[in-house]
């Protein structure tokens, strides 16, 4: 990385410039060194729109072969994209997630911090980004990007998380699920009575905090790609930037409007609505609450995929798509009575739970309409963003250059997947997937020829097969040992 001096900056800039050329390429002078220079480092050429939707089932979007959900937008977008059809979480849920997707850095085995701190978070690995660790939002600052957040995810916005560090401008929307925005004993009986009585705290906060509402562009995911494009709108003259739109939905509790949910549900329902779902067995649904659950969260995808493109169609209008890369994720999924449980429970690591949509769109339409069956990760995703701009890479960072394949390379080979959700870990590689406890106890095992949506556990038949996928390849990621809290 080259140095100036203030001084010798300007005199090869000229007095108020922000970034000259040598050689073709644009560089910005960046923060001050310990010894008082600038680092003097490349500016990207290309934006970067960084898209992703939580709780997003791969297996309900049409593109990965779903035949009956409404998603128009993603379908056209993976037409355009590299689609990635392995892609996993390297820890879940949502903050140990995007502590990796911001990072590049491995959260798995949550070893980051001691036993005190993790038995005191929500669950292990809910902790904020460790202080001294670097985001990929104040990395791309660095070189002279503009770096802008659009969320309504309020767990990366309590005072204690910080997820927002480095973006030069972020929009929080609040009120989703429980966040604590409008007082939760203000909702009447008799509203609650419409609902399902279970979670019934969740519940209320989250009626509480929607009571205004009263058109569709009040919903969620409508206000958060709203905001994003008109904070595209401001942009044409501030590039290169990256974005990040963090939709929460289509994450529980579920209730879009009535015509995404008719898309999807026959005949008049006269149940309690069940909006949300306690994170256990089934048995509390009726079939026919169940059913209901199931449109509730269809309709919710089909909405964030109607306000996805008309997201898209702006960057369109403001002839920024040629030259922006996009990237979209999901970070997990949710069950909704498959393998009798509903929810995200820690112990239940199912496809349902793991498959991740991942696109990458480069405006030149590198493998467009492509896939890719490379083990993707979450932590693949800041290494990938700076391979794409052609940026060296921080030596901190953990994951996989995937840009490489959009010019026929060949990433770092990885012939499994590992995760950690809690106290539970998971493997999976060509043949077989694994679910276990930390301390190799409550394990199950399936055969992903014979048995894809892993509905027959065929641990006691293959102990050998257990054994193996848990030292060499949970233990072997996590560096030997698995931390004991």
């Known amino acids: 990385m080259s140095t100036l001096t203030r001084k010798g900056f300007f005199k090869l800039a ?64 993976a037409k355009d994209s590299l689609r990635f059809t392995k892609a996993y979480p390297e820890s879940m849920p949502t903050i140990p997630a995007r502590r990796a997707i911001h990072t590049g850095i491995r959260t798995f085995p949550f070893d980051q911090y001691g036993a005190e701190q993790q038995n005191s978070a929500i669950m292990h690995g809910w902790l904020p980004i460790p202080r001294g660790q670097r985001a990929l939002a104040g990395l791309l600052a660095d070189h002279g990007m503009e770096t802008l957040l659009v969320t309504d995810n309020y767990h ?42 279970v979670e019934e705290i969740r519940t209320r906060h989250y009626l509480a905090n929607v009571a205004d509402r009263r058109m569709e562009e009040d919903y969620f995911s409508p206000q958060v790609f709203t905001r994003a494009s008109e904070l595209l709108e401001t942009l044409p003259q501030r590039q290169p930037f990256f974005m990040t739109i963090d939709s929460f939905d289509p994450h529980e509790p579920w209730d879009p409007p009535d015509k995404y ?23 509390y649904l009726t079939d026919d609450e169940l059913k209901r659950m199931r ?13 996805l493109g008309r997201f898209l ?27 009798n449980t509903t929810g995200k429970p820690h112990y239940a690591i199912w496809p349902e739970l793991t498959d991740l ?43 996989t250059d995937l840009s490489v394949l959009l010019d026929s390379g060949s990433p770092d080979p990885r012939a499994y997947s590992t995760l950690s959700y809690h106290d539970y870990v998971w493997a999976r590689d060509e043949d077989y997937a694994l679910i276990s406890r930390r301390d190799g106890e409550r394990t199950k095992l399936y055969d992903l020829k014979a048995d894809p949506d ?19 390849y949970i233990l072997e990621d996590a560096g030997g040992s698995l931390p004991d809290y």
């Open 313 to 339: 169609d702006k960057l369109d209008k403001l002839k920024l798509r040629d030259n922006t890369l996009l990237v979209l994720l999901s970070d997990h999924g949710h069950l909704h009575g498959e393998h």
């Open 14 to 77: 000229g007095a108020g410039a922000a970034a000259t050329t040598l050689a073709g390429t644009a560089f910005v002078a960046t923060r001050d060194r310990e010894d008082g220079k600038k680092l003097f480092a490349k500016r990207p050429d290309m934006n970067v729109v960084f898209i992703i939707l939580d709780s997003l089932r791969k297996d309900h979007v049409g593109a990965y072969g779903n035949p009956w959900i409404q998603t128009p937008n993603l379908d056209a977008l």
């Open 454 to 472: 892993q509905t027959e556990d065929i641990s006691s038949r293959k102990p050998e097969i257990v054994r193996k996928m848990f030292d060499e």
């Open 261 to 283: 949910v008719d898309l999807y549900y026959d005949g008049e329902y006269k149940g309690k609505e069940p909006i949300v779902a306690p994170y256990r067995d089934s048995s």
């Open 295 to 307: 449109a509730l969260y269809a309709g919710e995808v089909t909405m964030v995929d109607h306000w």
């Open 156 to 197: 990366q916005f309590k005072p204690e998380m910080n997820f927002h560090k480095g973006f030069k401008t972020f929009d929080f929307i609040r009120g989703q699920e429980t966040d604590r925005h409008k007082p939760y004993w203000t909702v009447s009986k008799e509203t609650m009575d419409r609902y399902l009585p």
């Open 357 to 399: 949509v991942f696109y990458i769109r480069h405006p030149e339409r590198k493998k467009a309409g492509e896939t890719s069956d490379y083990y993707a990760s979450t932590h693949d995703v800041a290494p990938t963003i700076f391979g794409a701009l052609g940026l060296r890479r921080p030596r901190e960072m953990e994951g």
